[in-house]
């Protein structure tokens, strides 16, 4: 059984800083892409940032320079590092792995930032 778990939402206030992880066990296949999107109260689920197999990265504009999504392929674990935080970002955060089978989703973890 997969499971991705997420760990490292909270309340912090802007200009802050938190490290979002999660954790993928289960999982078979070889994983093509990880990423971290969000969903704010009344708006779609949009992509943050998600790393390739290879390595290549990309990130929603709102976020580029600030956030750094790295990965430990090993384990596996993707993480996202946000700095300078806004409450723009304030969302629920779901980490995503892609294989070559199947899109996996994590629970979500919410993060407020304060003004």
């Known amino acids: 059984q997969v499971q991705l778990v997420e760990s490292g939402g909270g309340l912090v206030q802007a200009g802050g800083s938190l490290r979002l992880s999660c954790a993928a066990s289960g999982i078979t296949g070889r994983i093509i892409v990880m990423g971290w999107y969000r969903q704010a109260p009344g708006k779609q689920r949009e992509l943050v940032a998600r790393?390739?197999?290879?390595?290549?990265?990309n990130y929603a504009d709102s976020v580029k320079g600030r956030f750094t999504i790295s990965r430990d392929i090993a384990k596996p674990t993707v993480y996202l590092q946000m700095d300078s935080l806004k409450p723009d970002d304030t969302a629920v955060y779901y980490c995503?792995?892609?294989?070559?089978?199947?899109?996996?989703w994590g629970q979500g973890t919410q993060v407020t930032v304060s003004s």
């Open positions: 790393i390739r197999s290879g390595g290549t990265t």
């Open positions: 995503n792995f892609e294989t070559t089978w199947n899109d996996y």
